[in-house]
């Protein structure tokens, strides 16, 4: 079992940036996949990024493409998100994910879940 715990979030203006960060602990890090999801209110928890066990391998939702970045440490234990250029849809809450079938973009894969950050972008 792995435990996560995500930081940075906060409230931003519309072009600014932003880096999450999720510190796992638990089983070795470097079993699993990693994403990052988001919930905006009164919607579905969608996809934003994800990547592979060695970081070699990462994907990301179209609404983010080119904006987002996904990294991870695997000595640190940590995986991170760096936004940019953000946007006010981009506000939402979240959340780290960490699955045991490698990376993916689908939501039914992640077994472990962080608690989640605001993240409130302003016009």
């Known amino acids: 079992q792995v435990q996560l715990v995500e930081s940075g979030g906060g409230l931003v203006q519309a072009g600014g940036s932003l880096r999450l960060s999720c510190a796992a602990s638990?089983?070795?890090?470097?079993?699993?996949?990693m994403g990052w999801f988001r919930q905006a209110p009164g919607k579905e928890r969608d996809f934003v990024a994800a990547?592979?066990?060695?970081?070699?391998?990462?994907d990301y939702a179209d609404s983010v493409k080119g904006r987002f970045i996904i990294s991870r440490d695997n000595v640190l234990n940590t995986v991170a998100l760096q936004m940019n250029s953000l946007k006010p849809e981009d506000t939402a809450v979240y959340y780290c994910a960490a699955s045991t079938h490698g990376y993916s973009v689908s939501y039914g894969e992640y077994g472990y879940w962080g608690q989640g950050t605001q993240v409130t972008v302003s016009s």
């Open positions: 990547i592979n066990w060695s970081g070699v391998i990462s």
């Open positions: 638990g089983r070795p890090f470097s079993n699993y996949g």
